[in-house]
Nanobody, 115 residues
Framework: QVQLVESGGGLVQTGGSLRLSCAAS????????MGWYRQAPGKQRELVAT???????NYADSVKGRFTISGDNAKNTVYLQMNSLKPEDTAVYYC?????????WGQGTQVTVSS
């Protein structure tokens, strides 16, 4: 059964850092694009960052220079290192996996940045 499990969310102060992890099972990284999305209350879910199996990355303008997405193919795990966090980053962060045939989501992990 395909499963994406996020971890690493929490409460941090402005300027702090967090590292989110997404452990995937039943998914082949070589044919999937992994990504992080976030959704704040009353807002649409938005793309944060993506990474391909070859290591190509893409970031939303709002997080460029502060967030870094990476993956460990051996562990089937994708990470999101978040630095210089701002209150505007407060949201539920979701791990996503896309293939030519499927689209999977994790349950999400809450990130709250206090000012």
């Amino acid at each position: 059964q395909v499963q994406l499990v996020e971890s690493g969310g929490g409460l941090v102060q402005t300027g702090g850092s967090l590292r989110l992890s997404c452990a995937a099972s039943g998914i082949v990284f070589s044919v999937n694009v992994m990504g992080w999305y976030r959704q704040a209350p009353g807002k649409q879910r938005e793309l944060v960052a993506t990474i391909t199996s070859s290591g190509s990355t893409n970031y939303a303008d709002s997080v460029k220079g502060r967030f870094t997405i990476s993956g460990d193919n051996a562990k089937n795990t994708v990470y999101l290192q978040m630095n210089s966090l701002k209150p505007e980053d407060t949201a539920v962060y979701y791990c996503n996996s896309r293939s030519p045939w499927n689209n999977y989501w994790g349950q999400g992990t809450q990130v709250t940045v206090s000012s």
